[in-house]
């Protein structure tokens, strides 16, 4: 998606070679008309899948689902994370190791929300690891729902997430795929616009 | 707003006299439709204020804030909690008391996104005792920008947030005015829709 891999190139910060900063648009000040216009692209790319339900982790994956669910039509659910275990009744829940912050978080999700009849779309904003995105498929197939897929704003290419998540067979829609930051630069996947910036 | 109003008395869920669950529209299952709505009409209360920014706080906030934001044609920044304390160069920051959960916050917002020339409208899902609204006002007025009014979902008429806040000058639009959830009924201030649910 262009409009989004160009406010990556003038906005994003390189903190690491594995760390990018987006808290102009997306992680902290949120860019409303970006959001939308990836709202509609994830409804684009997911149209005609009988998604019933849109299901995302707060607190950066919000903007971009309230959006897409608008387009679709469709309620959006977003996870709740809490540091210690809580045994509530009637939750759905599941553990989601953050490599970054080095902590281990449940997230949970009210099994009134989801059930056997939803085909849900899960969206996050960023694909590193995987963890959110698996223990968001946990939850939904907990729930015995479907998932329809996976609506990635930022997918980090060069970590292994979104790889085992393909090979589960999972569908995947990334709106930028990020192929490496080392140097300083943002460079995106092959067949993307593959200028760095700095 | 009637909306709004109907979706309380169809969904809310009256826990005891001073707590009111909205989990299936605004505080874990989100309507998008209703939000959006809820967007325009902050935008509409507060059209002509020259406002340049949305602040609202995590996670509830953040879905009516970036429709709002979208109407206003502004970016919107949401303050982040954190329960310890933290100190980090570039952070404008306030502590928030929930009587609620029984905890004290910090929220926290980078000085890169609110500064001298903003004219910030604060948009929170809930006003009860006014804590929250409290601290982002605290945090714009640390920012030396100007707060154009503040804008709430849910107003807790018989808590006294709203009463501390106006008392200070603040302009406070809310959408829908509780009174009272006695013996499990929502009753809305008079000059609304005043019907009881249940």
Redesign the interface.
Known sequence: MELLKNKIEQEGIVLSNTVLKV???LN??????L??EIGKEFAKRFANKGITKVLTI??SG??P???A??EL??????A?KRKSLTLINDLLTSSVHSFTKGETNEIS??N??INENDVVLIIDDFLANGQAALGLVDIVEQANAKVAGIGIVIEKGFQDGGKQLREKGYVIESLAIISSLENGKVSFEAGNKGEGVN
């Open positions: 808290d102009s648009f902290h000040q949120i860019d409303p008309n959001m939308s707060e607190s919000i903007a689902s309230v959006f669910g608008l039509g469709v309620p959006v659910v977003f709740r999700v009210s009134k929300y």
